[in-house]
């Protein structure tokens, strides 16, 4: 009877041993991503320029600012947002003056246009990702 007893206890001190262990990792890793909240971000940038280079050949030396459509609706009245849709992407390149829409879901891109950085104005329906010290708006040609 006592060997059985004893044989309980260590499987139950065996057992709390390992959740407390699994508890403390997760508990390590959230306040890891709270200390470094960038970190979430940058890998997400890298990602996308990564997928995204695949398919074209994106400007070289600079990180773009990645700005996500929310709403399509907003935007509709700009030619380049004609085939955007909620979570394409948008890689603005201030320096190269380029915007490129990618679909990550059909890992497409869906347009290409020459930018200029205009100050005081902000795209509705975007949501930028990076910050960003001018709001890139979409050159129109006429």
Known sequence: MKKFIFSILVLLLVGMSAAAFYFYQKASAIKGDQANPDAAAQKEVEDIVSRAGKLIILPEGEVPTIATVSDPEKLKDQPFFAKAKVGDKVLLYQ??????????????????????????????GVDTTTESSNTPKEETEQ
């Open 95 to 124: 320096n190269a003056r380029k915007a490129y829409l990618y679909d990550p879901v059909n890992n497409k891109i869906l347009e290409v246009a020459p930018i200029s950085l205009g100050t005081g104005t902000s795209a509705q």
